[in-house]
């Protein structure tokens, strides 16, 4: 028992190193597009980027694929349930980003009320993250 946990420590461990190179190639893109396009497109466009990363590279350094479906396969999964996180996050960022702007005056959060928005978000996403993909790859 107390290997299933270490192992699962160590996997989290792993997997929110990794997810935070993604995340902040997923902040440089969004900070970047978000000056010049709608934030929940911005947000999809960088979010993309980031969750192809942070499969490819979980899928060879911290999960075991033990099912007979390979992982391309389980790829198709994944984007289609990133898609759906990825737009679900991308309309709360954008009515998070409205709340900020309307109900918050600190100079500083007014200024950053985009990037604000997108980091309240984000260890919710990684948790959830996590949770789907040890699932997807070593249980599905």
């Given at each position: 028992?107390?290997?299933?946990f270490?192992?699962?420590?160590?996997?989290?461990?792993?997997?929110?190193?990794?997810?935070g190179v993604?995340?902040?190639?997923?902040m440089?893109?969004?900070?970047?597009l978000s000056?010049?396009?709608p934030?929940?497109?911005?947000?999809?466009i960088?979010?993309?980027?980031?969750?192809?990363?942070?499969?490819?590279?979980?899928?060879k350094?911290?999960?075991?694929?033990?099912?007979?479906i390979?992982?391309?396969?389980?790829y198709?999964?994944?984007?289609?349930?990133?898609?759906?996180m990825?737009?679900?996050s991308?309309?709360?960022?954008g009515?998070?980003?409205?709340?900020?702007?309307?109900?918050?005056n600190?100079?500083?959060?007014?200024?950053y009320?985009?990037?604000?928005?997108k980091?309240?978000?984000?260890p919710?996403?990684?948790v959830?993250?996590?949770?789907?993909?040890k699932?997807?790859?070593?249980?599905?």
């Amino acid at each position: 028992m107390a290997d299933k946990f270490f192992k699962l420590l160590n996997q989290a461990l792993h997997f929110f190193l990794i997810s935070g190179v993604g995340w902040l190639m997923d902040m440089l893109i969004y900070s970047i597009l978000s000056n010049f396009i709608p934030v929940m497109v911005a947000n999809i466009i960088s979010s993309s980027v980031a969750v192809t990363y942070v499969y490819i590279v979980s899928t060879k350094k911290i999960f075991e694929n033990t099912s007979k479906i390979n992982i391309k396969t389980k790829y198709v999964f994944y984007i289609l349930y990133q898609l759906g996180m990825i737009l679900g996050s991308s309309f709360v960022i954008g009515k998070l980003t409205n709340f900020l702007i309307k109900n918050i005056n600190i100079k500083f959060i007014l200024k950053y009320a985009k990037i604000c928005a997108k980091i309240l978000v984000t260890p919710f996403t990684m948790v959830i993250n996590f949770i789907f993909m040890k699932f997807l790859i070593e249980k599905v």
